[in-house]
């Protein structure tokens, strides 16, 4: 500023009348520079100011650029004040071009049209705040002559005074969301797919274990009925032979002496016990059957009161039947526990519970492999312990035993799908099951369901 100061150039003395001092000029020369200061600095505040502006102004320069909504500002009458790129692009023009035609212009059909005028001339419906403008749908004609579907928010632009001014319309393209809602709608029933073919699955697994208990515990009573019919059909030919004799006049020796080659005697005897038999096989199988019947797996609406002692016991019965002969499973039934429930799926839970005690214990090399249960109710709730002799279940996958398709299993030996379902079918019932370590070694299920009201 000294510099300023000195740049200054000198002037003449002025002829003044009166006595003008020293101290007055100085004054005078003060006042100057304090006066050139100011508008040096002004200068500079207002390079600054235009600098900033300009950092804004490319500032919104590049939002309007990047964005890939189309944006349209107009004034109060409806004329293109400013647009964005993505517009520009859409419509196939450009922005100087657009700028101060209508925007009803850029719409293809009269409905369109109605729909924007409506907009623009009532200003109750052009809504600002933090509920957002009026929506509505409209008809842009795009670079090929196409009408495009966009939904347009409408909002009011305001001056530095707080005066409405104009408009600004942002909306999208709907082709590109009825795009994506068609990918996205093909991958969700593709996946539906997927999960109900896994589910198929495992329900095709638990049948494969439940099937294999029974037909290895029908083998035995059928076979011991097919034995006995073997028998009677044999003692049937015995039994025609001698009363053909009997009724054809042969002599009496004959007829003795035909008796005893014939063992007509032992054939009588043995007969009662031949017969009890058969019926016992029979009521076996009966018996089997309905339980089968009972426990079936059929997703009925209606739930009936269960003691769920007997679920236990079928559960292991089919599964040692069936798929784990040497599994040392150690239960004592005690007290009735009634819950209420469905039988089946209840003893599809309790299935998968030893089932994969089994296959963790055996997995292990558990030698025999082996698993406890207990049972008991305190009235309120009904609470189950299932504990094996396997290695446990290792800290991280505690909290992810019961994700759909996780498993530990080797690949092809398990869906991963067992113990979701269960959890799933466990809490459709009112319970809860969870899964730990026992202190004593060994993974611990636990399953507790509401015990049910006390019947009258």
Known sequence: MKDAHRSLPTLPPLELDGAVDETTWLDVIQKMDETYSQLVADEIALEQKNAELEQSQQFI?????????????????????????????LVGRDEAALRGTRITDLLAGDASRARLR??????????????GGTVIEVDLIDAQGQAVP???NCTPRRDARGRRVGLVFVGRPMAEIKRAYHQLREAHEALKRTQQQLLHSEKMASLGRLVAG???????????????????????????TYLDALHG????GEQARLRAKLRIDHL???????????????????????????????????????????????AIHWVCKGTAPQFEVHWQPGEPCWVVGHAGQLLQVLMNLVQNAYDAANGAGASPPALWITLRCDGQCVRLHCRDNGPGIAPEHLGRVFDPFFTTKPVGTGTGLGLSISYGIVERHGGYLSASNAPEGGALFTLDLPAAPRSE
């Open 61 to 89: 320069f590049s939002l309007l650029s990047a964005m890939s909504d189309v944006l349209v500002a107009c004034n109060q009458a409806g004329e293109i004040e400013e647009i964005n790129a993505a517009l520009a692009e």
């Open 150 to 152: 966009v939904d347009f």
């Open 249 to 252: 006049g042969t002599p009496a």
């Open 118 to 131: 409506q907009v623009l001339d009532t200003p109750a419906l052009q809504k600002s705040g933090l509920t």
């Open 214 to 240: 029974v037909a290895h515990e029908l083998n035995n009573p059928i076979s011991f009925v097919l034995g006995n019919v073997h028998a009677l059909q044999r003692y049937t030919e015995r039994l025609r």
């Open 268 to 314: 009588l005897a043995d007969l009662p016990s031949l017969m009890e038999g058969t019926l016992e096989g029979a009521q076996r199988t009966a018996d089997i059957v309905q339980g089968l019947k009972r426990f079936s797996a059929v997703d009925r609406e209606e739930r009936t009161r269960i003691d769920l002692n007997g679920v236990i016991e079928r």
